[in-house]
């Protein structure tokens, strides 16, 4: 396939050849290339476009806004559309969860939010060191790389990781050691030269590390560590909030209440960058000026953020219709894997966040590329591409689902038969 990037080749940087066409519209979870061909996604922005492309509810306030000429670019400027969306977030989802959080817009980006969760906790606790996970990816910003367990995605640029003290995150030894009790004697034993962290940056479900969900228990005793020993806990949640998982925030399943929550790919709802950071109300000791940043105030995603929160979030049917849909996508793949016993094909995730772990990594990415031939966008993740990462719209239909899980299953028949 030749694509009208071919002759561009000299002029531009992309390491995305996986889907060697140009596309041109997109709405809900179709897109379309410039030769007329469709194609079902179920990659989402990777995890951006919870709501699916253009979604109408959101398209029609933001072109009755713009027509109005609302202002647009403000920065940290009162404007309207921002008083809507605090009002709003606070109505639809901190009111009715008994959250308290003051809310930062950090930047456009999700390593926005997660800079400032971590410069944040350094800030009150006066403590440098911050535990990561194994197999995390928290943004290709230089703090969000040195918390990142993927030394591929560090890009072999020498990031210092010294305030960062990677652990195991859930399973890394499959069950088999006792959960926290060497990081709590390491934290009590003054000669184990572990200093007390300043926080824990963690994912429930880590989505580029391949779509590993963390136990709910495990979780509940990494939250109850760091509030007996005064540690930040952070959930980056740029991927798998906004419903990914099911409820609004990933971590509602555990019962957890973080200290500082990073939000953002589809907080706007309409794939238009913006970020938010969630701050105990305690914490928030920013003087002014801190954390700042050019695009932190976007009122065209304001305003798609607010229709979203709007349209999808008053009531729980979002939340209940992408557990019965993710329950299908486990469905599949677990028959799918049954079915192929001389491949090992592990599914797993939570919610719609689905994943498909293959024994042998390369052919995750060949039946990406075998989707791909017939019309379905999917990524691979996993440190060594091991996983065929399952993401549609929560919007997705049934039939949609059933059609993109024919396609998956067709793809993985084909690369392992
Ligand atoms: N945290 C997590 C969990 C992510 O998945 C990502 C993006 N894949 C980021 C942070 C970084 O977000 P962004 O690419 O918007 O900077």
Known sequence: MTTIFDELESQVRSYCRNWPVTF???SGSRLHDVDGRQYLDFFAGAGALNYGHNPPALKEPLLEYLAGDGIVHSLDMFTVAKAEFL?????????????????QFPGPTGANSVEAALKLARKVTGRESVINFTNAFHGMTLGALSVTGNSMKRGGAGIPLVHATPMPF???FRGTVPDFLWLERLLADAGSGLNEPAAVIVETVQGEGGINPARVEWLQALADLCDRHEIVLIVDDVQMGAGRTGPFFSFEIAGITPDIVCLSKSI???????ALTLIRPDLDQWAPGEHN??????NAAFVTATAALREYWGDDALHRSTLAKGERVHQVLGALAEASP???LVPRGRGLARGLAFAQPDLATKACAAAFERGLLVESAGPA???LKIMPPLTVTDDELDEGLAVVADAVRAVTA
């Open 24 to 26: 041109g519209t997109a």
């Open 87 to 103: 009002r709003t977030f606070q109505e639809f989802v901190l009111g009715p969860r008994g959250l308290d959080y003051r809310v």
């Open 170 to 172: 859930d399973n890394y």
């Open 268 to 274: 706007s709802g309409y794939g238009l960058p913006m």
């Open 293 to 298: 940043g050019t695009f932190r105030g976007n």
């Open 342 to 344: 001389a491949v090992e």
């Open 385 to 387: 591409d091991e996983v």
